[in-house]
């Protein structure tokens, strides 16, 4: 059985950072874009992360951001990650080549079209989450899983992840699984009840 990696996101303050690796996190991500409701001050994060164990990575997430602003943050070390949520070309993501970051090119999906579309990345890993015309991520919403198919590179899945349909995300065989919304009791606020019972129904994918 294939291992999956567990992506806890959209994380604004240590105490759910910490429970999050306490339980098992792979990943811990930081929302940098200053529309979301998780959206959280660079300088927030960094206080954050630096109460942290060096065995999680770090992930920050951007949209449609200035590159100065992601190298800034990987220069002082504070990211293992940096996810593009937004617009970005495969121009842009082969520009941030140079950093000492891992890259995840996140990609809404309507159809299979879509799907297709992670292959135009030269990315370390690519994020499948559900398409909303509004929304860059976080929606809770989901999409159709059986178009996932075959791609040649990591695939984190995300949108409307939760403890009920977590089993189901990991059998498909992705890399990860991003979760936000589905562990929350508001957003930004993770409810660990829901958080430990994610992890819980995830013990046969990850050991």
């Not at 303050?13 to 990943?27: F, K, P, S, V, Y």
């Not at 929302?31 to 994060?45: G, V």
């Not at 990591?154 to 589905?182: K, Q």
Request: aromatic share 8%; hydrophobic share 40%.
């Amino acid at each position: 059985m294939l291992l999956v990696k567990v992506k806890i996101c959209g994380i604004t303050n240590l105490r759910d950072a910490q429970a999050a690796a306490e339980m098992g996190a792979d990943l811990i991500g930081f929302n940098f874009y200053p529309k979301s409701p998780r959206y959280i001050e660079p300088d927030a994060a960094v206080k954050i992360i630096d109460g942290l164990s060096a065995y999680v990575d770090t992930v920050g997430v951007f949209v449609n951001a200035d590159i100065t602003q992601i190298q800034q943050l990987v220069a002082e070390g504070h990211l293992n990650w940096a996810q593009l949520h937004g617009d970005e070309t495969p121009q842009y993501c082969e520009s941030l080549r140079s950093l000492s970051v891992r890259t995840m090119k996140a990609i809404r999906v309507k159809d299979e079209k879509d799907i297709q579309k992670a292959e135009e990345y030269a990315t370390d890993a690519v994020l499948l989450d559900a398409y909303h015309p509004e929304k860059y991520g976080g929606t809770g919403m989901t999409f159709d899983w059986n178009i996932v198919g075959h791609i040649g590179k990591r695939v984190f899945l995300a949108g409307g992840i939760n403890p009920y349909n977590a089993r189901a995300a990991a059998e498909l065989g992705v890399y990860g699984l991003d979760v936000c919304s589905g562990i929350e009791s508001e957003p930004g606020k993770k409810d660990h009840m829901k958080m430990k019972k994610l992890f819980e129904c995830l013990q046969d994918f990850r050991s």
